[in-house]
Structure formats: C-alpha cells, structure tokens
C-alpha cells in the first residue's frame, strides 16, 4: 500500500501504534537479549505516563524533553507525548548543562524527562544548576534514580507511571498535521534550530521508507542511532508502526552491537557511515554470525563505495539521503538498482517526494531543492528562518549541490553549506569559532572537516594568535572542553601565521582544509 492510498488519520502516530497494538498485543516491541517488553506492556506504560501527564496539567500543545540515550523510557515517552497531543523535544544527553539550558528555553518545555547523567554530570547537581534558569519548567522526571532526593518539581519515572494507572487516559484530539517531534539542527551560522515535523510527516516518511525495506511484524531492528536525531526515530517509528521489534542500545560500541544483533536476532541494521566503518573491522560482523540479518539503511553522511560494498557483503543496506528538515529521507536506492546506482547515487525519491535542480550561479553545479508530504512545518519561533529556507514557490533548499540521471536518481556532488558530519553528527564550524574566539591567545580562528576513513570528516581548529602570543594545541581543547560537548571539541589544532583569504576578505575554507588534509597524508 503506498503512503499516498493511505487515509490522513493512519499517519498519526497514536493511531498507528493503537492498530499494531491490535494486530499482535503479544509481540515483543523493545528486547535486549535478557528480557523483553510486548506491545501490549509497553501501550500500558505509554497510557499511565500520559494520565500522569495529564494529570499534572499538560496536554495538546504542551512541549516535553527527552534527555535519554536509546532505552526502554526513551520509546514510551514518545508514545505517550502521542497520546497526550503534545510535542516531544528530544535533547542529546552529551550537551553541556549551557547547551541544555539554552534549548530547553527556546523550546519552552513544561516538562523534562532525563537520566541519571545529563551533560556529564549526576542528575540531581544538573537540576539545581539548570532548573533556575527555566521558569516555564514546571517538573523533572527522573529515570532509572529511584533514591533521589525530591522536591514539588522533581520526580521519579516509577513514581509517575504508577500514579497514572489510577487515573483515566486521557482522550486528546488526533490531528495528524499537529506537531510530533521539535529536533533541534545546527545550521552553519551555529544557532541551534528546532525543527517543528508533524505526526504525518513523520510517520509517512518512516512508512515509505519502511516500505523500501520491506520491513513486516517479523523483523527486528537495531535501535543504537539516537532518538534525539531524527535518523533515530525514523528507526523507531518505522517499528512501531510496521509492529516490528526494536533492540535498543544506549550507545555505539562495535562489540556490543554485534553480540544485541545475535542475541536478539537483530534483522535490520540502520547506522551512519561511521558506525559501519566500525562494524566491518569487527570480529563476528559476517553473514554465518549473523544469519538473521537481511537488510538496514546507511545515511547521514557520503558513503564511500569500497564501504558499501564492505557492508552489503555482510548486510545488503540501502543507502539513503535526507535532512533533518525532509522528515528524513528525501531519496534512498532500492534492492532492484543496478550495482552502479546503489554505490554511486543516494536513489531515488520516496513515494510522493519530489526533486528538482536550481541554478545557484557557480556554474554548472546547481542545488538540489525538495517538496513533499514529508516536510517540516518550519523552524519553531523562527519566521525569518523559515521563510529564508524556502524558495519563493516553495521548495525547501537542502544546500547540497547535486545531478539527476534519466533515471531520477540523485547525485550528490557537493555541500554549499559549511557544516562537518563528524561520526554522522552535525558540527557547525562557526559555533567553534565563537567559542574558541573567546580565548586571550586567539587571533582569528577557522574551523574546517578533513577527511578520516572511519569518521567520515575530523574537525580542525586552525588559529592564527594574537601578536605575541604563544598558543598550545592542548591549552585550546582544554578551553574547548569547558564550553563544548564532547564532539564539538576540535580533534586536530594547527597554527598558522594567518589565513587564506580571498579578495573580498572572507576565508578561503576549501582551500584550507585541502592543506591541512594534504598535511596529514604527508
């Protein structure tokens, strides 16, 4: 059945998840090796969660953090928020209580749900240093820290779902164009945006993805990409809703991935580049170890032709293409494309998405702009963004520069945005560069990606210093640690006597990062 077939009020994510829920309450839904939890249990806590909620005066429209890694709570409260009619803000939990703070503000969140770390730091040192700071905070619920000690505004998970079994579930209008998830993106000026995508663009674009992949009730599929991006709930929406299992991991290790994929007989295995550089080189990544395994996708950054070859030997993954804006994917290749397509392009677009080119006066090279179901709604309380990231008849501009073959198929061939995808996560330079501006040695500064065979891009701070001043490569990621999370932090630093400029006086980034790159290979 095509997306397109499929009646408006099937795309929201509560009715979704309600229909799998009748077509097999006993199948297992999140199974770690050691236990597992079914449909039926798992629409029991999202229903307590969401009485509790309601309970506590949120409903539609209400905005709820998650701070969680990928666990159990993760996928409830998304459900939940369903339930509820109100709109979840997943968070990363490695950002600095800064970072978290500022988020959480500009999202406006009533209500936040987080482990017992957050931004390094024990949970409870996190709420007396951040909570003061968010005056339309109005609770925190702890997960997995049952002796904390509480006050009116802090709570714990087992508390909260305990309490919502008393009371009634709460029936909230299902409108699939309400807003599902705010994801927050960095564009390249740095400012963090959150990116408003509805319950139909969402769960449409997880179906037709799905749909490629041919995902049933019988599959499981790996859950480590993070749920706060929006590859990761794709992952855990296209499970939901096709009634598959979900294997749950909290964080990328190679080994432990490999020993969740055969204890849980993981069929489908969704990663970004990184993740399957990783994977290929580790002991028991093959097809006689993994015989369940059949199928995933590989997106978030280029994927270079050797590794998907190195990958599809193992599992036959298609690679896809998208933003955080499209819902993910804009377009993904198919089992049916020829060798050629499925290493060489990103595919074709999804069912009811459409791609053109614009000219964007460097030549031949020509962006590649989108349309669709799948779209978001806008940049939350940024009009002039919004607007800025539309053309003038209302195709969404994606940035990166690409071709089209006869066949429809896309073509990246470069970014005009300035951002690094470092291990398959955004990395705006500029957001370094003001930080790292900031320090009494630093000149100037110039962030760029270089090339790294399993990160995809490293990230490189190059410092020209104050006159006079002696700069340690070491005393600046130090400066950079206390003001970033971790994978903001340059990994290389270099030196220089200034920085290649062009006439008009702005940095020449390109060739920059070629210097620093041919350096390396040297």
């Not at 979704?16 to 079914?38: E, I, M, N």
């Not at 969660?49 to 998650?66: H, K, N, Q, V």
């Not at 749920?227 to 990328?252: E, K, N, Q, Y």
């Not at 990621?477 to 903001?488: G, I, P, S, V």
């Amino acid at each position: 059945m095509s997306v397109g077939s499929l009646s408006l009020n099937s795309l929201h994510l509560a009715d979704a998840f309600d229909a799998a829920v009748r077509r097999g309450p006993d199948r297992p839904l999140l199974v770690t090796g050691t236990r597992s939890l079914t449909y039926a249990e798992v629409d029991r806590d999202a229903a307590a969660l969401a009485a509790a909620m309601a309970d506590a005066g949120l409903g539609p429209g209400s905005r709820i953090a998650s701070i969680l890694p990928n666990r159990p709570e993760a996928v409830v409260s998304l459900l939940a928020a369903a339930r509820l009619g109100a709109t979840l803000v997943p968070c990363n939990p490695a950002l600095t209580p800064h970072e978290l703070g500022h988020l959480l503000r500009q999202a406006q969140v009533s209500m936040v749900i987080a482990g017992a770390q957050v931004g390094g730091r024990d949970l409870l040192d996190w709420y007396q240093v951040v909570v003061p700071g968010l005056p339309e905070l109005e609770s925190v619920v702890a997960v997995g820290a049952d002796d904390l000690w509480l006050e009116d505004r802090l709570h714990t998970w087992g508390d909260l779902v305990r309490r919502g079994r008393r009371l009634a579930v709460p029936q909230a209008p299902r409108d699939p164009a309400a807003t599902l998830a705010i994801l927050f993106t960095s564009g390249t000026t740095g400012k963090p945006k959150g990116v408003s995508l509805s319950h139909a663009a969402l769960v449409g674009n997880a179906r037709a993805s799905s749909g490629v992949l041919r995902v049933s009730a019988a599959d499981v599929a790996l859950f480590v990409v993070p749920h706060f991006t929006v590859f990761g709930m794709t992952v855990t929406i296209g499970a939901l809703d096709a009634g598959a299992a979900l294997a749950p991991l909290p964080h990328f290790s190679p080994a432990d991935v490999v020993e969740r994929m055969r204890a849980t007989g993981v069929t489908l295995c969704h990663g970004v580049p990184t993740m399957f550089a990783l994977l290929v080189r580790q002991a028991g990544f093959t097809r006689s170890a993994l015989p369940a395994l059949r199928t995933g996708l590989i997106a978030g950054s280029p994927v270079p032709a050797d590794l998907a070859r190195a990958v599809r030997a193992v599992c036959d993954v298609e690679i896809a293409y998208g933003m955080t804006e499209t819902g993910p994917a804009i377009a993904m290749t198919r089992p049916e494309d020829d060798a050629e397509r499925r290493t060489a392009t990103v595919g074709r677009p999804l069912a009811g998405v459409e791609v053109r080119l614009a000219e964007t006066g460097t030549g031949a090279a020509q962006e590649l702009t989108v349309r669709g179901p799948y779209l978001m709604s806008g940049y939350d309380r940024m009009p002039a963004e919004t607007r800025q990231a539309f053309t003038a008849d209302g195709w969404l501009r994606t940035g990166d520069l690409a071709e089209l073959d006869r066949d429809g198929c896309v073509r990246i061939v470069g970014r005009r945005k300035e951002i690094i995808i470092r291990g398959g996560v955004t990395v705006a330079p500029r957001e370094l560069e003001d930080v790292l501006r900031a320090h009494p040695a630093v000149g100037d500064v110039c962030v760029v990606g270089v090339p790294h065979d399993v990160l995809g891009e490293m990230t490189c701070a190059c410092i020209v210093p104050t006159e006079g001043a002696l700069v340690r490569g070491e005393e600046i990621l130090a400066f950079a640690r206390e003001r970033l999370a971790d994978y903001k932090v340059p990994d290389l630093v270099r030196v220089l006597d200034a920085l290649p400029m062009t006439a008009s006086g702005k940095v020449q980034r390109r060739e920059l990062a070629q210097a620093v790159a041919l350096e390396l290979t040297a």
